[in-house]
C-alpha cells in the first residue's frame, strides 16, 4: 500500500548541476503533477500530467523539464541548479474528483 | 481562472477550544473544494473534499467543512481541538482543465493548539 513514492528524500547541489527527481504510484492514477512548497507561498505548480504521454506547465515551469515514463512515473529534471530551486518538491497523483494524494517530498538544497 | 484566500497565516487556540479555519474561494465553473493536512516533514494529506454532493462535508479527526456558494466560502471546523491537532493546513480549489483537474492551492493556516 506505498501510494505515492518519490525518491530521494534530501539532495544537495552546486549551481549548475543536474538532478532528476524519481516519482512512482501506485493507485492507477491518469493525472500527476509536481509541487515545490516555499515558506509563505503555499504550494505551486511546476508541471502536470493528465494522462500518459502529456505533460503541460504549471505556474513556475522555468527551469525544469519533466516526463512521464509510463502510467506510474512521473520525473522532474533540474538541468543547471540555481539556489532559487532550493525548496520542498512534492509529487502528487490525483483521483477522477481532483484529490490529491502526495508523495513524502525531496527536500533540496543549491548551493 | 480560480484562486483560494486562506484568512490568517496563523491560528491559535486552547486545547478543547472551537477551531476555525477561513477559506475563500473564486472559481469560473463549478468547483471542487478540499482541505489539507500537513504535519512536519511529512507530505500533504487529503482532510475532506467537497465534490457538489452534501454541503456539509465530513472529514477524518473530527474536522468538518460547509460548502457556501452565496459566501463563496469553504471554511474548516472541529469543535473541539487536541493537541494533535497542531499541524500547517491548506485549503485548496479545483477546477477542470482539458483532460485533467488543476489544484490551486492557498498559501496555508498554521494550527498552534496549547495545552
Known amino acids: 500500500n506505498a501510494g505515492v513514492t518519490q525518491t530521494p528524500k534530501f539532495q544537495v547541489l552546486k549551481t549548475g548541476q543536474s538532478m532528476t527527481l524519481q516519482c512512482a504510484q501506485d493507485m492507477n492514477h491518469n493525472s500527476m503533477y509536481w509541487y515545490r512548497q516555499d515558506p509563505g507561498m503555499g504550494l505551486r505548480l511546476i508541471y502536470y500530467?493528465?494522462?500518459?504521454?502529456?505533460?503541460d506547465k504549471g505556474e513556475v515551469p522555468n527551469g525544469y523539464n519533466v516526463s512521464r515514463l509510463n502510467k506510474r512515473e512521473f520525473s522532474l529534471r533540474l538541468e543547471s541548479a540555481a539556489p532559487s530551486q532550493t525548496s520542498v518538491y512534492f509529487c502528487?497523483?490525483?483521483?477522477?474528483?481532483?484529490?490529491?494524494?502526495f508523495g513524502n517530498g525531496t527536500r533540496l538544497t543549491v548551493t | 481562472a480560480q484562486s483560494v484566500t486562506q484568512l490568517g497565516s496563523h491560528v491559535s487556540v486552547s486545547e478543547g477550544a472551537l477551531v476555525l479555519l477561513r477559506c475563500n474561494y473564486s472559481?469560473?465553473?463549478?468547483?471542487?473544494l478540499f482541505w489539507y493536512v500537513q504535519y512536519p516533514n511529512q507530505g500533504l494529506q487529503l482532510l475532506l473534499k467537497?465534490?457538489?454532493?452534501?454541503?456539509l462535508v465530513k472529514g477524518i479527526n473530527g474536522f468538518e467543512a460547509e460548502f457556501k456558494k452565496s459566501e463563496t466560502s469553504f471554511h474548516l471546523t472541529k469543535p473541539s481541538a487536541h493537541m494533535s491537532d497542531a499541524a500547517e493546513y491548506f485549503c485548496a480549489v479545483s477546477g477542470r482543465s482539458g483532460g485533467s483537474y488543476i489544484p490551486t492551492f492557498g498559501r496555508g493556516t498554521s494550527l498552534i493548539v496549547h495545552p
Open positions: 472559481s469560473s465553473v463549478p468547483p471542487y
Open positions: 467537497y465534490t457538489s454532493a452534501a454541503t
Open positions: 502528487a497523483s490525483s483521483e477522477a474528483t481532483g484529490a490529491l494524494h
Open positions: 500530467s493528465a494522462s500518459e504521454g502529456t505533460t
